[in-house]
C-alpha cells in the first residue's frame, strides 16, 4: 500500500483528570478515536477533544466500550447484547451530538480495550455491535481487527469496515494481540514500533511471537495514546512511514 491511516485514542480524561498529550499527538495522527463516556469521557472532555480535531481537519471515530469506567474499559463485561447495543447507540449518539456542535462529525465507530477484544470471537457481542450501527443509520464506518467476528458480521450485513493492525503491541500466530497480562505484549522502542509499522502497512504482514510471519490486510495503523513516550514514538513512525514513500491520510 501507498496510503495508510494513522489513528490514535483521544479524550481519555474525564473530569479535571486527563490522560495522554492529546494537543500534540494530533499534529501527527490523522484520525482521532474520541472516548464517549464508557471507560473515559465527559461532555466537556469530549467537546474539547473534538473540538481540537476540528481545527485539525482530523477525522473523527467514536471510541464505545463497556460501561467500565472504573476499570477502563478493559475488563470483559458479560453484558446482555440488547443492553451493549443500547451503550454503542448512547455513546456514539452523544458524540455525534457534540461533533455537530463543533463543526465535524464522526465517521467511524472503534471499539476500545476488552470489548475489542471480546467482539473479536464473541458471537453475540459482535452482533449487538453491528445492530447498533445498523441502527446508526450504517454510515459511520467500523474500525476492526482482520479476521475478527465483528469484522465478518458487519461485512456481511453491507456495513463499511476499515481493518486495523498495532503498529505498538505484539501478535500471536493466530493473527491476534497478545493479552496485556502477558509479557511482551507491548512495544516500546521506536525500532521495533516503527519496523512493525512499517511492515504492517507497505507489505500487509506482521511478525509474531513465535517468529512466524503472517499476512494482516489493514488500512489503519493505531498509535497508543497512553503509553510511555507516546508522541515520540508516533512522530518516529510517520516519519519512517513518509520516509519510505507513503502517503499518510484519513481513511474515512
Known amino acids: 500500500m501507498s496510503t495508510i491511516d494513522l489513528n490514535a485514542d483521544f479524550g481519555e480524561g474525564y473530569g479535571d483528570w486527563r490522560l495522554g498529550d492529546d494537543e500534540v499527538l494530533l499534529d501527527v495522527v490523522t484520525t482521532a478515536n474520541v472516548a464517549c463516556g464508557g471507560h473515559a469521557g465527559d461532555p466537556t472532555t469530549m467537546r474539547a477533544a473534538l473540538r481540537a480535531a476540528a481545527v485539525r481537519e482530523v477525522a473523527v471515530t467514536a471510541h464505545v466500550a463497556y460501561p467500565d469506567l472504573q476499570g477502563f474499559g478493559r475488563r470483559f463485561l458479560d453484558i446482555d447484547p440488547a443492553e451493549l447495543t443500547d451503550q454503542i447507540l448512547a455513546q456514539t449518539g452523544a458524540l455525534q451530538a457534540l461533533a455537530a456542535a463543533t463543526g465535524t462529525r464522526v465517521r467511524g465507530v472503534k ?78 522502542t521506536a525500532e521495533e514500533v516503527t519496523a512493525q509499522a512499517l511492515s504492517l502497512a507497505r507489505d500487509g504482514q506482521v511478525r509474531t511471537t513465535d517468529g512466524t510471519v503472517i499476512d494482516l490486510p489493514v488500512r489503519t495503523l493505531c498509535l497508543h495514546g497512553d503509553t510511555p513516550g507516546a508522541v515520540t514514538l508516533a512522530r518516529a513512525v510517520r516519519e519512517r512511514l513518509e520516509a519510505e514513500g507513503m502517503t499518510i491520510r484519513a481513511a474515512l
Open 111 to 188: 471499539p476500545h480495550g476488552a470489548l475489542y477484544n471480546a467482539i473479536a470471537h464473541h458471537e453475540a457481542q459482535a452482533a449487538a455491535v453491528v445492530t447498533a450501527l445498523q441502527e446508526l443509520g450504517g454510515e459511520p464506518a467500523l474500525l476492526a481487527a482482520p479476521g475478527s467476528v465483528v469484522a465478518a458480521l458487519a461485512e456481511r450485513a453491507g456495513l463499511p469496515v476499515l481493518l486495523e493492525g498495532f503498529a505498538d503491541r505484539t501478535y500471536t500466530p493466530a493473527g491476534t494481540l497478545t493479552p496485556r497480562r502477558e509479557a511482551g505484549a507491548v512495544l516500546s
